[in-house]
């Protein structure tokens, strides 16, 4: 019974919390998967209440290292107005997603971009391929970028050593970026915000990072008001491609006191360093193709690993909300711990409006219907629902809703159930789709949920 109703809550969120390499294994779609339901048009206030001395450190860690470690010689970025071009076909459902897109980065970050109709115009192409295409180059990748490529048909005739390198530009001048047309539209939306990022320059992940899409544990959707910090300072005039870290780093600190004023003079906060150790165990812990055991493993050692940094951040959060989904069928009460300690954590380290707060609320409030607590499920949902919905992750958002219709069915609000469930069944719809059978699946899991919980 209600054991039924929390395995449902981990079928209907946990998508949400896998890193990019997992993501196709939720699209399992054959076909293109386009749904009429989608967030619209919104900007964020400008800004970062942090303190530059730290954010300077994060601009240049960003900017001047990729992902696997590597070092960069000079800064890059475009020099000129920026014009990209999406080819037609399967993604052209997604224009206007990439139209809101390039606005907020325009107002937000203050870079000359726009779409075209010419390819010839553009330096950032969009291409849409199907996912087995893609992962025939990278297995474990939801989307990718390539610099020195405009489609797919150019890229896949070159071999591996003939592609360009990021590393070897000096200036960035054309990148193809590749997404799954046949994918859900939560992933199609959230490849364009993150790959379009870091097509503009910062192509490095930093899970120290709590507030931005360049976080492989993949919490945020769109990019945020620190992404686009980071964006505006890149393309500052006082900056060009090619200036070597040294000569960044004696101009970041002014250029952000004066596009950031609220973080001058804001003393910089101890922070713990980037952890290789943890990053290796979380990615371990996260990816399906290891064994459960293995993934068991992983993630208690990356929640011992964060533990011991000083000081504790949002690592450790992840990292108890990564071991509780692990580990609640076999060790519920375990894992219900993990559930509500990472909730306390996070709402304490970043507050109640944080995607990462709201996703261990999400897991605290199906602890709570499992344990017939409606009024603090319903709670937790209320509460967390609005920041899923500023997110624009649909994922957590319907699942939220889903956890929202059941409580206030057991305590027998059937109308404000119903108003919950429909809204749910609406943004399930985004994040899964409307073809291959995934209405009648997110229709389905809604209908198990509400009857899993037994209101006497």
């Known amino acids: 019974m209600i054991r039924r109703l ?33 967030f619209g048009p919104g900007t964020m206030p400008r800004g970062v209440p942090r303190s530059n001395i730290a954010l300077a450190e994060d601009f240049l860690d960003l900017t001047f290292a990729l992902e696997r470690g590597e070092r960069l010689r000079g800064l890059l970025r475009y020099e000129g107005p920026v014009r990209v071009y999406m080819r037609p076909g399967g993604l052209s459902a997604y224009a206007d997603d990439l139209d809101n897109l390039l606005d907020r980065l325009r107002k937000e970050a203050g870079i000359d971009i726009a779409r075209v109709a010419d390819p010839g115009a553009a330096q950032i192409h969009v291409d849409g391929v199907t996912l087995q295409q893609l992962q025939t180059v ?6 990718f970028l390539v610099p020195g490529e405009t489609d797919w048909e150019g890229f896949r005739r070159k071999s591996p050593r003939n592609r360009l390198r990021w590393s070897q530009q000096t200036t960035l001048n054309q990148i193809a970026i590749f997404i799954p047309v046949d994918t859900f539209p939560q992933d199609v939306r959230d490849c364009l915000h993150e790959e379009l990022a870091q097509a503009l320059g910062p192509a ?4 120290r990072l709590p507030d931005t899409v360049f976080n492989d544990d993949n919490y945020h959707s769109i990019l945020t008001r620190f992404d ?22 004696a101009r970041i600190i002014r250029i952000l006191d004066r596009i950031n004023p609220g973080g001058t003079g804001r003393g910089s906060l ?13 990615e371990t812990a996260l990816t399906r193709r290891s064994g459960p055991d293995a993934r068991i ?33 076999t060790a519920p009460a375990a894992a219900a711990a993990d559930f509500i300690e990472a909730h306390r954590l996070l709402r304490a380290q970043l507050g109640t409006d944080d995607i990462r707060t709201a996703q261990a609320a999400l897991h605290v409030a199906l602890v709570s219907l499992e344990g017939r607590d409606y009024d603090s499920a319903e709670r937790l949902a209320d509460q967390a629902i609005p920041v899923a919905r500023r997110g624009q992750n649909a994922v957590l958002l319907s699942s939220l809703l889903a956890v929202k219709g059941a409580a206030l069915t057991a305590l027998g609000e059937s109308d404000a159930a119903r108003v919950a469930q429909l809204d749910h069944l609406r943004w399930a719809r985004y ?26």
Do not use: F
């Open 204 to 207: 490095n992940d930093l899970y």
């Open 431 to 456: 994040a899964y789709g409307d073809g291959n059978g995934s209405r009648a699946r997110a229709q389905a899991a809604l209908e198990g949920l509400v009857s899993g919980v037994d209101p006497s």
């Open 138 to 143: 990278d297995p474990g990748a939801a989307c």
């Open 228 to 249: 686009m910090l980071m964006l505006r300072a890149l393309y500052d005039p006082d900056l060009r491609s090619g200036m070597p870290r040294e000569a960044v780093a």
């Open 297 to 329: 493993r992983a993630a208690e050692r990356a929640v011992s690993i964060a533990r011991a940094m000083q000081p504790p951040d949002h690592r450790l959060g992840v990292a108890l909300v990564t071991r509780g989904r692990l580990t609640r069928d």
């Open 6 to 38: 929390l395995a449902l809550g981990a079928i209907l969120a946990l998508a949400g919390c896998e890193p990019p390499s997992d993501s196709p294994s939720r699209a399992v779609a054959t076909a293109p998967v386009v749904t009429s339901v989608a």
């Open 270 to 282: 101890p922070r713990a360093p980037a952890s290789a150790e943890w990053k290796s165990q979380i």
